[in-house]
């Protein structure tokens, strides 16, 4: 088993949706990210500069997030996940994007899971 970090539920927000009339403004999504490090914490040593900069992955899914229009939220979700992969501390990651769209539900999700 690897050691990994979770980031739960971050809050962006993006123009997201099939229909036109959805796409006209932007919605907020929740994005969770399960990523595998590379290596074991244990080799960090309590030196930062081995370690996953959390907050710079946050910036950077918001920042993908940001990016143009998409239809599907699947869509969103393997942006994030190369977006994750691409930090090299980051061996797989797994991420959910969840969308507040549908009456009388907390929301509808997509997970994927990828790898390098």
Do not use: N, W
Request: glycine share 4%; proline share 3%.
């Amino acid at each position: 088993m690897s050691d990994s970090v979770r980031i739960r539920r971050l809050r962006t927000v993006t123009t997201i949706g099939v229909p036109e009339e959805e796409r006209a403004a932007p919605q907020t999504v929740a994005i969770s990210v399960l990523i595998e490090i590379a290596r074991p914490f244990s080799l960090l040593e309590d030196d930062i500069t081995g370690a996953l900069d959390y907050d710079l992955l946050c910036r950077e899914i918001r920042a993908v997030a940001g990016r143009g229009e998409r239809h599907l939220i699947e869509t969103l979700a393997e942006d994030v996940a190369a977006a994750v992969l691409a930090f090299d501390v980051a061996s797989s990651v797994e991420v959910e994007v969840e969308k507040f769209i549908i009456p009388d539900c907390d929301s509808v999700s997509v997970c994927v899971r990828r790898s390098k």
